[in-house]
C-alpha cells in the first residue's frame, strides 16, 4: 500500500473514532455527567479527542512505517599480483548456482595492480568457468 493511501486512512480513522466518541459522549448518559448542556459537549469534546489521539497514534505510527529497500550489495576488490603470481577475486558465486537467481552486487569497486608476467582476475558477480577454460588451467 503507498504511503499516501496509508495517511489517507490515518485520517479517515481519526475523523470517525472523532464522531463516533463524540456522539456516545453526548448521547450515553452517566450520573456523573454535567447538568448543563454546554458543559455536556465540553466533556464529550474532551473524551472524543483523546479517542481520537489515541487512535490517530498508533494508525500514524503504521502509516508512517517505511518499507526499507533491500540493502544494496557492495563488492570491494583490490588485487597486487607481481613475478608470475595469480590472484582471482569472485564477488558472487564460482562454478555453482546462485541462490535467488543470481547474485550480481548492486555496487562494484575493483583495483588492480600487475607487474611482469602476473595475472588477476576480478569479477563482481558470478563467475562459471568449465574445465579446459583459460583459468583452470596451470600456469608454466
Known amino acids: 500500500m503507498s504511503r499516501s493511501v496509508r495517511w489517507s486512512v490515518t485520517v479517515v480513522v481519526a475523523a470517525v473514532v472523532f464522531g463516533v ?3 456516545a459522549g453526548r448521547s450515553v448518559s452517566f450520573g456523573w455527567m454535567p447538568e448543563a448542556e454546554a458543559d455536556r459537549w465540553v466533556v464529550a469534546t474532551a473524551f472524543a479527542s483523546v479517542m481520537t489521539t489515541v487512535a490517530a497514534a498508533a494508525v500514524g505510527w503504521w502509516a508512517g512505517r517505511e518499507r526499507l ?3 544494496e550489495r557492495m563488492v570491494s576488490q583490490r588485487a597486487t599480483a607481481s613475478d ?3 590472484a582471482k577475486q569472485v ?7 546462485s541462490p ?14 600487475v607487474s611482469d608476467s602476473a595475472s588477476v582476475t576480478q569479477v563482481g ?3 562459471h568457468t568449465g574445465r579446459g577454460d583459460d583459468d583452470q ?4
Open 137 to 140: 588451467q596451470p600456469r608454466p
Open 100 to 113: 535467488g537467481g543470481g547474485s550480481v552486487p548492486g555496487r562494484v569497486e575493483q583495483e588492480a595492480e
Open 91 to 97: 564477488g558472487g558465486n564460482q562454478n555453482a548456482p
Open 21 to 23: 466518541c463524540l456522539w
Open 125 to 127: 558477480g558470478d563467475q
Open 84 to 86: 608470475g603470481g595469480r
Open 69 to 71: 529497500p533491500p540493502a
